[in-house]
């Protein structure tokens, strides 16, 4: 148990349409982190927030956004889904600003675009 | 740039026998490593991490890595497997700095035969 929740767990969407995924961090955690893991593969990073803002992004096209709110919570919007869009969309927390600190998991959010 | 090589994308071993996965990682400065396991339909839990203090480090469930700047690895091991260790482990490398954001490796599945 990791303290970082996230919503929903599974769900179906047809390409084209958007979607909205949703995470609580740990508490007292001001970081949260968003990848994308594709079957079979390792998570890879899509962006970062730290006390609301963007603080880095991976090699995602901007129909992948986000937004963090003031209570560290965190939302991913992606926009014009495509089929290879589908992938389990993991949400990390953890304290930023301290080199190697430990990032903690949610369980995911199981995305299929058909 | 960091990178991460996980070699053997699947690895089986019998019940009682030493467990090794490997990986390699790239970094142009001193790392941060660590690895991750994931059990079917769960998110990532750390297992151990290196922070530039004790090249051997000591993790849950009996597993430990040593660091091994000349050979540029990170391997993971355990001197007796069980069956519940069967899942994905996952490799990880950070450059450190302000905002830390690991890259991973593609994964090695354990498979663990009685």
């Known amino acids: 148990e990791t303290g970082v929740t996230q919503s929903p767990t599974h769900l179906i969407k047809t390409r084209g349409q958007q979607v909205t995924l949703r995470c609580s961090s740990q508490s007292g955690h001001n970081t949260v982190s968003w990848y994308q893991q594709a079957l079979g593969q390792g998570p890879q990073f899509i962006f970062q927030?730290?006390?609301?803002?963007?603080?880095g992004r991976g090699n995602f096209p901007p129909r992948f956004s986000g937004l963090q709110f003031p209570n560290y919570s965190s939302e991913l919007n992606v926009n014009a889904l495509e089929l290879d869009d589908s992938a389990l969309y993991l949400c990390?927390?953890?304290?930023?600003?301290?080199?190697?600190?430990?990032?903690?998991f949610g369980e995911g959010s199981w995305l299929t675009v058909v | 740039a960091q990178s991460v090589t996980q070699l053997g994308s699947h690895v089986s071993v019998s019940e009682g026998a030493l467990v090794l996965l490997r990986c390699n990682y790239s970094?142009?400065?001193?790392?941060?490593l660590f690895w991750y396991v994931q059990y079917p339909n769960q998110g990532l839990q750390l297992l151990l991490k290196y922070t530039s203090a004790a090249t051997l480090v000591k993790g849950i469930n009996g597993f430990e890595a040593e660091f091994k700047k000349s050979e540029t690895s990170f391997h993971l091991t355990k001197p007796s497997a069980h069956m519940s260790d069967a899942a994905e482990y996952f490799c990880?490398?950070?450059?450190?700095?302000?905002?830390?954001?690991?890259?991973f490796g593609r994964g090695t599945s354990l498979i663990v035969h009685p």
């Open positions: 990390a927390s953890s304290l930023g600003g301290v080199s190697g600190n430990t990032i903690y």
């Open positions: 927030y730290y006390r609301e803002e963007e603080n």
């Open positions: 990880a490398v950070s450059e450190g700095g302000g905002s830390y954001i690991p890259t």
């Open positions: 970094s142009s400065v001193p790392p941060y």
